[in-house]
């Protein structure tokens, strides 16, 4: 049978519930068991795909195309297992089903209501993501006491009592401030959120408390005695270097043996040893570069996750320390900002904003031999780049951004135009590739059949293909069934790559994606080259 833990947040949001519910996770993988994942969030949008970056950070898409939360990239980097769209779900998906289900006459004769219809559809969820797990680890987004949230929680509660108790663990992650005028450590914040969950019905067994300080003894005690909290059960997660680091520290702590005893599993030995020598070659870098991201929300860490990951990931496999710098494309005089830095990503995104400084950026990386690793957008900024300047096709565009452009290089398909909801109506998802043989992206795969996933509308038009070609731009990838340009290179350049789908979302620590792995080894030997120069200069 299926153990669960549900894991809640308390006092404020942001406190890194998706890392600690992966590193738990990630412990008890660790110890033999199989492990499904699974995010609640309680807003009525029915994916976040249609959510701006700033709202609600970077859209994750699985291989079956569904625009998850960004925790479920978490999930897939800690666990090095795939997620699908059963593992992440939103109150507004609950409510579609529910009242799809009433329209169709599914509860004639009955008023329609949160307990139990709403709590029944969640629970249905819980149990088909769960199925065949041996742990299914529940993370309820949002903060305890928010109205939004409340159905999901309740639904948590129901199954304690469904599930039975041994079966089922609540784990509480709070936040326990430390106010620097009295140099103190405050539990109140932590003890009333723990009321909140009471007040539900719901008393945690588990607390994990953020803190940038340590707990010590006394602390814990009170926390313990307060929150009811057996004090083993009272878990401190500090501040780290790297969000990888805490599946050590949560098991250093016991917290992997707690939830067995608690659960009443048997598992076999922790066996870390191999996520522990990623961390230490994550924590002794032997060299450093500098990678400048070209993106618009420079303010927003969130917005990037899964490509800062990746970028970690090809640091890890190049012992290299990756520095990512965002460049203001607006900047006129962007190339001096392009002046020490060793490698230039251009991310995905949508809308015209900050266009034209992209454009340029791709102009410089290509003329100054910088390597350049263009991700979907970054693909057809790269593309109206070379038409405009090599091929010059002036006023050469993307029909997103000038739809009577008289060189539209990257366009809609025909079955693209027809769209007119806006919802999960992209080219989403994996798709299969082929590659060039003797390619920068052959040399990386190491192999000539790939699948990677996608999440854009517009292509690169093929009318302008041959053109390109002959100019020398290499079509390295194509998606063979229907002709879709998937890569693109330059040869004469150190390294120049652009791909239409999103390496990003496959890289995981322990499996560093080959086309970040080999963009960093890129930037690294233009760090050395630099290095060498100034030497002798
Ligand atoms: N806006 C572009 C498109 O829809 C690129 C999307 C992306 O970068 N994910 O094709």
Redesign the pocket.
Known sequence: MTKYIFVTGGVVSSLGKGISASSIGKLLQARGLSIAMLKCDPYINVDPGTMNPFQHGEVFVTEDGAEADLDLGHYERFLDKEMHQVNNFTAGRVYQTVIERERRGDFLGTTVQVIPHVTDEIKNRFRAAAKGADVAIVEIGGTVGDIESLPFVEAARQMGLEAGRDNVLYLHVTLIPYIRASEELKTKPTQHSVQKLREIGISPDVLVCRTEKPLGPEMRAKLSMFCSVPKESVIEAPDVESIYEVPTVFHKQGLDDQILMLLRLRAQAQDLDGWARIVQRLKNPRREVVVALAGKYADYKDAYKSVNEALVHGGIANEAKVHIRFLETSDPRIHEQLEDVHGILVP???GDRGIEGKIRVAQLARERKIPYFG???GL?TAVIEFARDVLKLAGAHST?FDPKSRYPVIDLLPEQKSVKDLGAT?RLGVYDCTIKKGSLAHKAYGTLQISERH????EVNNKFRKLLEDAGLCVSGVHAPKNLVEIVELRDHPWFLATQF?PEFKSRPEAPHPLFRDFVAAAVERAEALRKSHVHA
Do not use: I, P, S, T
């Open positions: 995905g995104g949508f991700l979907c957008l057809q997103e992209m999440r854009h509308r517009w999103h």
